[in-house]
């Protein structure tokens, strides 16, 4: 059941600093991605989406960037909050594929007050 | 935002016994739900995607005879994990898109223990 061996990697930043969390993406034919946000023991929860004909997409206290070119996605979210300590994954979407869901490995964010 | 729950939240059994995971749309009609399973410190990987009124279609690996897949209704689809062993302890999450192609929402998650 269980693999060993696996950490996510861990982003910490300090309470009221900038974060930004990366994403590299595998499918260039993915044409829209998601940012989720997950507590532990928790479902993933919507942070904030954004379609590839867009670069950047704004939300409360929160920015997607998306790099077609390299394949890129990153959230910056600001003035960071112990409340904001989660796992962040990334998603991608195919247009036609069935609405299915293709998960990024995950970052750890710790906010340290 | 629309709400999608599961039952049991969690769960244990015995090596060798079957558990049925609901997943439920409670303010929306979901003609498909997906089913996805996360291992600890791991991302979601998804399962299957269960389609109201037909059968279950799933991802390369995973053994549609192990785990069953029931989308009786509108708003509700079932796991089955048949003779389930310690392996397949694991959060097994479900979610359902909107009427919006492309927003889904996710259920809380069951923490599946198997003894």
């Known amino acids: 059941g269980e693999s060993v061996g696996l950490h996510l990697p861990t982003l910490s930043v300090q309470e009221g600093d900038n974060s930004i969390i990366n994403c590299a993406y595998s499918?260039?034919?993915?044409?829209?991605f998601i940012w989720y946000k997950q507590e532990s023991g928790k479902g993933p929860q919507f942070i904030i989406d954004i379609r590839s004909n867009m670069d950047k997409r704004q939300g409360q206290r929160v920015t997607v960037l998306l790099n077609k070119t390299v394949k890129h996605l990153s959230l910056q979210i600001a003035a960071t909050q112990p409340g904001d300590s989660a796992v962040y994954f990334c998603?991608?979407?195919?247009?036609?594929?069935?609405?299915?869901?293709?998960f990024g490995t995950g970052t750890q964010l710790k906010v340290e007050l | 935002g629309a709400v999608v729950s599961q039952h049991p939240s969690r769960v244990i059994c015995k090596s060798g016994t079957s558990v049925k995971i609901e997943c439920r749309s409670l303010d929306f009609q979901a003609t498909t739900m997906f089913w996805y399973r996360q291992f600890p410190k791991q991302s979601l990987m998804l399962m299957a995607t269960s389609n109201e009124g037909s059968k279950a279609t799933y991802e390369q690996g995973v053994e549609k005879d192990k785990f069953l897949i029931n989308h009786a209704s509108l708003t509700l689809s079932t796991l089955t994990v048949t003779s389930a062993h310690p392996e397949d302890s694991s959060f097994y999450i479900c979610?359902?898109?909107?009427?919006?192609?492309?927003?889904?929402?996710f259920g809380p998650g069951t923490r599946l223990t198997v003894l």
């Open positions: 979610s359902a898109p909107s009427r919006q192609w492309n927003e889904q929402f």
């Open positions: 499918n260039s034919a993915s044409d829209y």
């Open positions: 998603a991608e979407m195919v247009a036609g594929g069935g609405n299915k869901l293709t």
